[in-house]
């Protein structure tokens, strides 16, 4: 959303926790990437993983959001030699 010349970001967390929980319920994934460090979603991933869900959180190497890393089921994380050979390969 933009408010006085600012983006704000409304609703988006809501959003992927609908997305998580409808998808866990609809069987639409066995597994579910999650590269948010919003902790206000870890409800909805707790109801996936109890559908039987992989949650698989990504984060970054110098930004780890703990509480993330012990709700899902699994991380990966990105560091900055894998965006650097990301970025030479793309050259």
Do not use: H
Not at 6 to 29: F, L, M, P, S, T
Not at 50 to 63: H, L, V
Request: glycine share 6%; aromatic share 8%; hydrophobic share 40%.
């Amino acid at each position: 959303m933009k408010k006085n010349d600012e983006y704000d970001e409304k609703g988006v967390d809501v959003q992927i926790a609908i997305d998580i929980v409808r998808g866990a319920i609809k069987n639409e994934y066995g597994k579910c990437f999650v590269i948010s460090s919003d902790t206000d979603i870890i409800p909805a991933i707790l109801d996936a993983k109890t559908e039987g869900k992989q949650i698989i959180y990504i984060g970054f190497e110098n930004f780890i959001s703990w509480a993330m890393k012990a709700n899902c089921s699994k991380t990966i994380l990105i560091t900055k030699r894998m965006i650097l050979q990301c970025a030479k390969k793309g050259k």
